[in-house]
């Protein structure tokens, strides 16, 4: 009997938190999954699945997730919170989600020990960086990191510019023949210390922000970028990069696990 080695991938989730002014769901916390992710991982044939925070009684557990998933990919959204990685916030409007920086740093962690790939987009770049004992610059502009902004409220996922991608990583592999490249940017923070065992892939072409880091590990996988592949489709205009690659090789790595143990888990 053939195995199905459809990719079941697990997504990190946002947050609302309970907010008694909101109309609607007053008081409750909502976890939500931005439809452009679900739509990019279906485009390269996996399926997507919201990963919700547990119940703190149990019964089911994380590892319930973990050993029914392939793999985890970290959304965008808020900031991380400078507490997460050793720091008082610069401003109180740097104070981000340590709740759901908790969260996600968890899956990380339970993924790569179960051996599974783990692929971070923007914040969810950041929270790798993070797990890994990495930390962030709080503001690029603020901290002197650069003058140009990497984030437009009114270009939003319209604002880019180029990277660079770094000789003998994976990402040229993934990309041969394509150093300098053009993709969006929608961040102020950026990782600052590298992570422990990660290595950077990209960095901006102007200003040397890092924009992708890997682990070292060829036989694990844990990857972040730091633009939003997701959201090219409408946006692209033939001259960014090509998203699919980047998605595929994360889906493959997600089928490999599955060859191993699809038909004695599922």
Same mark, same amino acid.
């Given at each position: 009997m053939a195995v199905d080695l459809t990719p079941r991938v697990g997504i990190s989730a946002c947050f609302f938190h309970p907010d008694p002014e909101r109309e609607i769901f007053k008081g409750k916390t909502?976890? %939500?999954?931005?439809?452009?992710?679900?739509?990019?991982?279906?485009?390269?044939?996996?399926?997507?699945?919201?990963?919700?925070?547990?119940? $703190?009684?149990?019964?089911?557990r994380l590892a319930d997730y973990v050993n029914d998933l392939d793999g985890l990919l970290l959304h965008g959204g808020s900031d991380v919170c400078p507490r997460?990685?050793?720091?008082?916030?610069?401003?109180p409007e740097w104070e981000g989600d340590a709740i759901r920086d908790r969260y996600e740093i968890e899956l990380v962690r339970a993924f790569h020990?179960?051996?599974? $790939?783990?692929?971070?987009?923007?914040?969810?770049?950041?929270?790798v960086n993070v797990a890994f004992g990495g930390t962030l610059w709080q503001d690029l502009i603020e901290q002197g990191v650069t003058?140009?902004?990497h984030r437009d409220y009114e270009l939003y996922d319209q604002n880019r510019h180029?990277?660079?991608?770094?000789?003998?990583?994976?990402?040229?592999?993934? %990309?041969?023949?394509?150093a300098k490249?053009?993709?969006?940017?929608?961040?102020?923070?950026?990782?600052?210390?590298?992570?422990?065992?990660?290595?950077?892939?990209?960095?901006?072409?102007?200003?040397?922000?890092?924009?992708?880091?890997?682990?070292?590990?060829?036989?694990? %996988?844990v990857v972040g970028v730091q633009w939003h592949p997701?959201?090219?489709?409408?946006?692209?205009?033939?001259?960014?990069?090509?998203n699919m690659p980047l998605l595929g090789e994360f889906l493959d790595r997600c089928r490999g696990i599955q060859a191993g143990d699809r038909g004695e888990q599922r």
């Open positions: 909502l976890l %939500y999954l931005e439809q452009s992710m679900a739509w990019w991982v279906q485009r390269g044939g996996g399926l997507p699945y919201l990963v919700p925070t547990l119940r $703190p009684d149990g019964p089911v997460t990685y050793g720091e008082e916030p610069l401003r020990d179960a051996g599974k $790939p783990v692929l971070g987009i923007c914040r969810g770049h950041q929270i003058d140009r902004s180029r990277i660079e991608i770094l000789p003998g990583t994976g990402l040229a592999r993934l %990309y041969p023949a394509q490249v053009e993709v969006n940017s929608i961040h102020h923070q950026a990782v600052r210390e590298v992570g422990e065992g990660l290595v950077v892939e990209a960095v901006s072409v102007d200003d040397g922000v890092v924009e992708a880091v890997r682990l070292g590990d060829p036989d694990r %996988y997701e959201f090219f489709e409408g946006v692209d205009d033939g001259t960014m990069l090509d």
